[in-house]
């Protein structure tokens, strides 16, 4: 069968999340959400399995998560990007303030995908995709630099299972410090990580908030900030969330689990991505083992600035049928599909 890999960046979620420039003005609508009057954690209770080392008030460590996203705000606004932002922090050796940064980050993506329901687009793409009622087609692959869940939380409403994680091993999804296995199946492979944590003692998974088709009420800001205290104040839990520029576990490798899943396809379906300056390197690497590529498929109002980037990335572009799709209302789905 025909190999087909699609490629998935934050355009693909427009929808539902907020593009670039809209973060801040996001970022501040959560702060305010966060200070409302019937959201307000206990100032007398605690969270008593992390007492040991988070010792003060449900309360207090709510403020400390409302003040981190005030920094962000703040640096957000700063910076041409929240990327840029992160890379200083990494060229200045801040580990800190960069987890800080992707803490921050990462539950205000948790916030907006609770708030919003996911782009219907993802929708029709798991109807038009499915060959039977639990099986998706063998030649698919789709990667992704999305830190979101819009693909686990539309895929709920085919499998009924409402937590994150269940979701993410019906889709067998792989991610920057997941631990990865090749297989020969369909795959959704997040180059940049996820929006949730994981533990050094053997890569276990964490979600800030298990199940987001919930009300955002009492219940599930303690939850969040449960966890929030959880990833800030114990050594041994770290965001999920990374940059393209980032080291990950070499015999873990989720650029070579992309390359090896990929390398032999024969059309390559862009949607909503950019191909970013902070990305090309992971760009080359993937698309340029790419050497069977008949077709690529550029979904974007802007398609045609997208095929030149697109030429700065891969060689031998004359040889290749590049197809620019305007139309943004459904995900493209190829003649070779």
């Not at 919930?214 to 966890?227: I, K, M, Y």
């Not at 689990?257 to 390197?281: H, Q």
């Not at 600035?305 to 697109?310: N, Q, S």
């Amino acid at each position: 069968m025909n190999k087909i890999v699609y490629l998935f960046g934050a355009g693909a979620s427009r929808n539902a999340l907020p593009i670039v420039d809209e973060i801040p003005d996001r970022i501040q609508e959560l702060i305010e959400l966060l200070k409302s009057d019937d959201l307000q954690l206990s100032n007398k209770d605690k969270y008593d399995d992390l007492t040991s080392n988070a010792p003060e008030s449900k309360s207090h460590y709510q403020l400390e998560l409302i003040k981190n996203l005030e920094w962000l705000l703040t640096e957000s606004s700063n910076h041409a990007s929240v990327d840029t932002f992160a890379k200083k922090l990494t060229i200045k050796g801040n580990r800190k303030e960069l987890e800080k940064l992707k803490v921050a980050l990462s539950i205000f993506f948790v916030f907006q995908q609770a708030l919003n329901k996911p782009d219907k687009r993802y929708d029709t793409f798991f109807a038009s995709i499915h060959n039977s009622l639990y099986r998706f087609p063998d030649n698919l692959r789709i990667l992704s630099w999305n830190y979101d869940y819009q693909f686990e939380l539309s895929y709920s409403e085919y499998s009924s299972q409402q937590d994150v994680s269940s979701n993410q091993s019906s889709l067998n999804v792989k991610h920057k410090y997941g631990d990865n296995d090749t297989d020969e199946r369909f795959g959704i492979y997040k180059l940049n990580g996820t929006t949730g944590l994981y533990s050094d003692g053997g890569w276990r998974q964490y979600m800030f908030a298990p199940n987001l088709k919930v009300p955002v009420d009492l219940s599930f800001v303690d939850r969040v900030v449960r966890n929030f205290t959880a990833v800030t104040y114990f050594g041994n839990l770290y965001s999920n969330f990374s940059f393209a520029w980032e080291r990950e576990n070499p015999d873990k490798s989720i650029v070579d689990l992309a390359i090896k899943n990929t390398e032999d396809c024969l059309a390559l379906v862009i949607i909503g991505y950019s191909f970013p300056f902070f990305n090309r390197d992971i760009d080359r690497k993937i698309i340029g083992a790419m050497k069977n590529l008949k077709s690529v498929y550029f979904q974007a109002p802007d398609a045609d600035v997208l095929i030149e980037r697109f030429k700065a990335i891969k060689d031998n572009t004359s040889e290749i049928n590049l197809i620019p799709k305007y139309d943004t209302g459904q995900f493209v789905l190829p003649n070779e599909l």
